[in-house]
T-cell receptor
């Protein structure tokens, strides 16, 4: 079974630039999550999708972050404009249904904002 | 005070040692307790999860939950160099149909040969 795929793996940008991350969840997983993991901290949820609907985006900084999950499969997370404090690893995870504790994580995208 | 507290370490032990990793928490509504392992430059991987209090064993790993003390532990027996990683505890409520975990900051474990 293929795991959660993410790209790119690494990205370096200047502050105020835009960046987008892509995630392909495990086939058949209805629930998709985006997390931000700052160095030395645990992952923090940004947004949760159930199929292509948003379940929870209460911690997403909506003035600069946006996410979509078209057709209930792949998802993209965008930051526009980026700030220095956005430097982090952005993790995508998926699970079979929303009411389960077993989330499968992708390898993450390491973002550096200069 | 953070909801979940976890000592970042690093914790360095010799191969074969018994390792004890711990977290404390403040939210009494947490019902699900998870342990994830994260290798360098990889995503977290779920090791075990337990519901409410008690023990759960899986091979060399044992998870313990003491809700009265708001304290959870992960024990690793016969530790191996391949166990060297960051171990994240995570906890979630069971309300509203969503099981979003709150993670600790992780403990870095180094098992040296």
């Amino acid at each position: 079974e293929a795991g959660v795929a993410q790209s790119p793996r690494y990205k370096i940008i200047e502050k105020r630039q835009s960046v987008a991350f892509w995630c392909n969840p495990i086939s058949g997983h209805a629930t998709l999550y985006w997390y931000q993991q700052i160095l030395g901290q645990g992952p923090k949820l940004l947004i949760q999708f159930q199929n292509n609907g948003v379940v929870d985006d209460s911690q997403l900084p909506k003035d600069r972050f946006s996410a979509e999950r078209l057709k209930g499969v792949d998802s993209t997370l965008k930051i526009q404009p980026a700030k220095l404090e956005d430097s982090a690893v952005y993790l995508c995870a998926s699970s079979l249904v929303v009411r389960v504790n077993e989330q499968f994580f992708g390898p993450g995208t390491r973002l550096t904002v200069l | 005070q953070k909801e979940v507290e976890q000592d970042p370490g690093p914790l360095s032990v010799p191969e074969g040692a018994i390792v004890s990793l711990n977290c404390t928490y403040s939210n009494s509504a947490f019902q699900y307790f998870m342990w994830y392992r994260q290798y360098s430059r990889k995503g977290p991987e779920l090791l075990m999860y337990t519901y409410s209090s008690g023990n759960k064993e899986d091979g060399r790993f044992t998870a313990q939950v003491d809700k009265s003390s708001k304290y959870i532990s992960l024990f690793i027996r016969d530790s191996q160099p391949s166990d060297s990683a960051t171990y994240l505890c995570a906890m979630s409520e069971a309300s509203g149909g969503s099981y979003i975990p709150t993670f600790g900051r992780g403990t870095s474990l180094i098992v040296h040969p």
